[in-house]
């Protein structure tokens, strides 16, 4: 693993001793408001999880970019749109969520993760949230 370089590290030390209850706030979005973001073409969900795992499951607003990835994959990213990034639970989504922070993106990382979102996402509520969100496309 590469160590940080000395502006890597300042930036982040700028961004931890500046870190208060309103940045704790603004760093996180629930379920309900990504999905209407969504619905308004608004925002980028980016799930962050390998592609075994995206493989495997994923819901189809999310573009995967794994975590591990990322930093040679930033051009993929609309810098125009709020970024969400999405993992089961939320670590890896908030690790994500920093560096792009960081590299000047206003992103945000999904506080009820992607497991929360199978449940939400499901019967009616899908069947729903599927018409409203390919009105957008």
């Known amino acids: 693993m590469k160590d940080l370089n000395d502006m890597e590290l300042v930036n982040f030390e700028n961004y931890l001793q500046s870190f208060d209850y309103e940045a704790r706030k603004e760093m996180k979005i629930g379920i309900s408001e990504m999905l209407s973001l969504l619905e308004e073409d608004k925002v980028q969900v980016i ?10 499951w994923h819901f189809g607003a999310s573009k995967n970019i794994p975590l591990n990835e990322l930093p040679t994959r930033l051009d993929e990213i609309d810098k125009n749109k709020l970024v969400v990034t999405a993992c ?3 670590d890896r989504a908030n ?11 206003k ?7 992607l497991l929360k979102v199978l449940d939400y996402l499901r019967g009616d509520k899908a069947k729903n949230f599927m018409e ?3 009105k957008t496309k």
Do not use: C, M, S, T
């Open 47 to 56: 799930d962050i999880r390998f592609p075994q795992e995206y493989e495997a």
């Open 95 to 105: 690790i994500a969520r920093i560096y792009l922070h960081l590299k000047g993106y």
């Open 132 to 134: 409203e969100y390919n």
């Open 88 to 90: 089961p639970h939320n």
């Open 107 to 113: 992103a945000k990382y999904l506080n009820d993760g």
